[in-house]
């Protein structure tokens, strides 16, 4: 069971995330109840949305679409039933290309659904009397890791994202291992339809340890799989994460080199914005102590070193605990080679964050 406190967020600055007290309350969003809900993962199964149980000689039928993106769409094709078939109306509007219908039970066929496709598909008699014949709401889910491919030891973000929020579902991240529910290396923030996991230090196992639930008055409706791969070395990523400035967060700075060869100097950058210079927080020389140039920043007594000397391959440390302020771009240079970079967005609390897991 997760164990939450009130999280309260204050204004921000350009470099970091301003989040509102609704990120953690999650703003609702009133809904019909007899309303058929479906949920789908981007690119994911197909959703056939059935026809009418039953239709009347000469009815005139139309399949409407109300996109969770709140752009106006509306009628998307309409069928006259003349005897026993169903006619396309010459004005019947346009399907997108994922979507068809089959002209025997005028069931709608979503291929492959993406993201911008979910919304509320009513299908409406509208001859010879106007009534709701079939109603649908589905709900597009997505989830994505940064970086998919992580360096063992570094951190990473996972999110997961649904199409609508109403007002008795939640979004939760859990680990699909009970026994790893007290874990101590994660943290969850959210902001409007999305929420965020933090790990950090990730293991091998880390990779497909984690879940995304949604949930409607505790019970499950949906589970999606966060998984990400986790390897010894990398070469020239960049991925964005994200931080709450809490007296426990903390962000691990992973840089290794490639195939075993060693490397005479490394060096940790850091910029608060993409357009400013580059300032060395942290530098070393193989075989020589590591120095802490924190001169110009605000990283005074929060930046920590694995080790004391650069053995040639491993330029690893870390900010304990991450302030507001900590956000930017981060680079780690072997020799002159740009291994890694990380955008960090930050979030700022005026109170203790929640706890899960």
């Given at each position: 069971m997760?164990?939450?406190?009130p999280?309260?967020?204050?204004?921000?600055l350009?470099?970091?995330l301003?989040?509102?007290?609704?990120v953690?309350?999650?703003?609702?969003?009133?809904?019909?109840k007899?309303?058929?809900?479906?949920y789908?993962?981007?690119?994911?199964?197909?959703?056939?949305l059935?026809?009418?149980?039953?239709?009347?000689?000469d009815?005139?039928v139309?399949?409407e679409?109300?996109p969770h993106s709140?752009k106006?769409?509306?009628?998307?094709?309409?069928?006259?039933?003349t005897?026993?078939?169903w006619?396309?109306e010459?004005?019947?509007?346009?399907?997108?290309?994922?979507m068809k219908?089959?002209?025997?039970?005028?069931?709608?066929?979503?291929d492959k659904p993406t993201?911008?496709?979910?919304?509320?598909?009513t299908?409406t008699q509208?001859?010879?009397?106007?009534q709701?014949?079939?109603?649908y709401?589905?709900?597009?889910?997505?989830?994505?890791?940064?970086?998919?491919?992580a360096?063992?030891?570094?951190?990473?973000?996972?999110?997961?994202?649904?199409?609508?929020l109403?007002d008795t579902v939640?979004?939760?991240?859990?680990p699909?291992?009970?026994?790893?529910?007290n874990?101590?290396n994660?943290?969850?923030?959210?902001?409007d339809n999305?929420?965020?996991?933090m790990?950090q230090?990730?293991?091998v196992?880390?990779?497909?340890l984690y879940?995304?639930?949604?949930?409607?008055n505790?019970?499950?409706?949906h589970?999606?799989?966060?998984?990400?791969?986790?390897?010894?070395?990398?070469h020239?990523g960049?991925y964005?994460?994200?931080r709450?400035?809490?007296g426990h967060?903390e962000?691990?700075l992973?840089?290794?080199g490639?195939?075993?060869r060693?490397?005479?100097r490394?060096?940790?950058t850091?910029?608060?914005?993409?357009?400013?210079?580059?300032k060395v927080?942290?530098?070393?020389?193989r075989?020589?102590?590591?120095i802490?140039?924190v001169?110009?920043?605000?990283?005074?007594?929060?930046?920590v070193?694995?080790?004391?000397l650069f053995d040639?391959k491993?330029?690893?440390?870390?900010?304990v605990p991450?302030v507001?302020?900590?956000?930017?771009v981060?680079?780690c240079?072997?020799?002159?080679?740009?291994f890694?970079t990380?955008?960090?967005?930050?979030v700022?609390?005026?109170?203790?964050?929640a706890?899960y897991?």
């Amino acid at each position: 069971m997760y164990k939450m406190r009130p999280r309260f967020l204050c204004n921000s600055l350009p470099a970091g995330l301003m989040l509102g007290f609704f990120v953690f309350l999650l703003r609702p969003v009133s809904t019909q109840k007899n309303r058929n809900r479906m949920y789908f993962l981007d690119n994911g199964d197909n959703i056939v949305l059935n026809g009418p149980d039953n239709a009347e000689k000469d009815t005139v039928v139309a399949w409407e679409w109300k996109p969770h993106s709140g752009k106006e769409i509306g009628k998307l094709t309409t069928f006259r039933r003349t005897g026993n078939s169903w006619i396309k109306e010459k004005t019947a509007g346009n399907l997108y290309p994922e979507m068809k219908v089959n002209t025997s039970t005028l069931a709608l066929t979503i291929d492959k659904p993406t993201f911008k496709l979910a919304g509320i598909f009513t299908l409406t008699q509208t001859e010879p009397r106007k009534q709701i014949l079939k109603q649908y709401e589905i709900f597009g889910m997505k989830v994505e890791a940064s970086p998919r491919r992580a360096q063992l030891g570094s951190d990473v973000t996972l999110s997961c994202t649904i199409s609508r929020l109403s007002d008795t579902v939640s979004l939760h991240w859990r680990p699909m291992d009970s026994s790893q529910q007290n874990r101590s290396n994660s943290d969850q923030i959210r902001l409007d339809n999305t929420v965020y996991l933090m790990v950090q230090h990730v293991t091998v196992k880390d990779g497909k340890l984690y879940v995304c639930e949604v949930r409607e008055n505790g019970n499950i409706l949906h589970t999606s799989n966060g998984d990400f791969t986790v390897n010894t070395n990398l070469h020239d990523g960049r991925y964005t994460l994200y931080r709450s400035s809490t007296g426990h967060s903390e962000l691990h700075l992973v840089c290794s080199g490639s195939y075993g060869r060693g490397y005479s100097r490394a060096k940790w950058t850091w910029s608060p914005h993409h357009l400013e210079p580059q300032k060395v927080i942290a530098s070393a020389d193989r075989s020589q102590p590591i120095i802490i140039n924190v001169n110009g920043t605000n990283f005074v007594n929060r930046l920590v070193t694995s080790g004391k000397l650069f053995d040639g391959k491993d330029f690893n440390v870390r900010i304990v605990p991450v302030v507001f302020q900590d956000a930017g771009v981060y680079a780690c240079y072997l020799e002159q080679n740009l291994f890694l970079t990380i955008d960090l967005i930050t979030v700022k609390d005026t109170a203790q964050t929640a706890e899960y897991f």
